[in-house]
């Protein structure tokens, strides 16, 4: 199973019908998508991405499925995500890196990427849970995660099971996943 | 979420209707009720234990939810699984340690640990998966789990896909999960 099925696994458990999500890394649109799906026609997607790009592929993947309604697109940095989503959500989904087929020199970084995250804690109610999935193999992927990493060891263990999940066998820097679960 | 609950989910991508999987670690039960469930009226489940309070226990329980039929006790080391299972499997679990509420000094061990995740990849099909819960916590539990990860890590990546999950805030020698997918 890949880190990003794995992820959508977690993501399933936690988001119901009429849920709220985020997806703080919008790119393709596809975890949009799976979250409008999950979070059904009373659900909400709040979507960011600081590519126009990635906001335009987004709103159409989501037009041509006829989701859109239930997708909020904005164009920001994941770390302003209070800013724009008011209420408590069930499910965070981060992936980290560049947009595919876009520019590989726009990467999110460690110090944006870490205030996005504790972004996301402040805004995640009980039973929700937040996925990461981050590349080590890009200049900077491997400072970003180490500085996730880190924080995440810092978590109060009665508020949150922070789990990481790495593949054992596969070479070429593959994408690792933390998932972050609130009790 | 519980490394064991994590191990659930991961088992019930792969198990279907009619399936046939194996519990190498039967204990007091819980998962094979878990895999029977799964597995339906036209599956079959193996539990392996070399202890007969184990088997009872878990007997009992099927038997209680009317899930009896559907299950083969057999007490015998995992490690010896392929003489008994003469069929390709979708879920193998293996809740590592001893039996709770039993005799803690009576424990796996890594060498017929490590032998039995061996048979198990043998009796594995396309698309199934392996869940080992491991715990460093009690005597020779650390060494058992680096033999594991040791072998794990030498597993081809065109025929396996290996993961293995830690929780990162947690203390106490906390369990961790180790997952095999065939491909």
Same mark, same amino acid.
């Given at each position: ?12 458990? /936690?988001?119901?019908?009429? +849920?709220?999500?985020?997806?703080? @890394? /919008?790119? =393709?649109?596809?975890? $949009? ?9 009373? &659900? ?13 592929? @987004?709103? *159409? ?15 920001? +940095? ?9 209420? /408590? ?5 981060? =992936? ?12 999110? &970084?460690?110090?944006?990427?870490? *205030? ?5 804690? $402040?805004?995640?109610?009980? &039973? ?5 999935? /981050? ?5 900077? &992927? ?11 060891? @810092? ?9 990481? @999940?790495?593949?054992? =066998? ?14």
């Amino acid at each position: 199973m890949k880190i990003t099925e794995m992820a959508h696994l977690y993501v399933k458990t /936690a988001l119901r019908e009429g +849920g709220v999500a985020v997806d703080a @890394t /919008a790119g =393709n649109g596809h975890d $949009t998508l799976f979250l409008a799906r999950l979070a059904g026609p009373g &659900g909400r997607v709040y979507a960011f991405d600081i590519q126009e790009e990635a906001l335009q592929r @987004t709103s *159409a993947l989501l037009q041509q499925e006829n989701l859109l309604d239930r997708v909020k697109l904005i164009k920001a +940095g994941h770390e302003q995500m209070s800013a724009y989503v008011n209420e /408590a959500v069930s499910a965070v989904m981060f =992936n980290l890196g560049y947009l595919p087929g876009g520019d590989h020199r726009i990467v999110t &970084g460690k110090g944006t990427t870490l *205030a996005a995250l504790k972004e996301a804690l $402040t805004l995640l109610q009980n &039973g929700g849970v937040i996925t990461v999935v /981050a590349y080590p193999g890009h200049p900077g &992927g491997k400072e970003e995660q180490e500085a996730l990493l880190d924080y995440c060891k @810092t978590l109060n263990s009665r508020e949150y099971r922070v789990a990481y @999940t790495f593949y054992l =066998n596969q070479a070429h820097h593959p994408p690792v996943l933390i998932t972050v679960h609130k009790l």
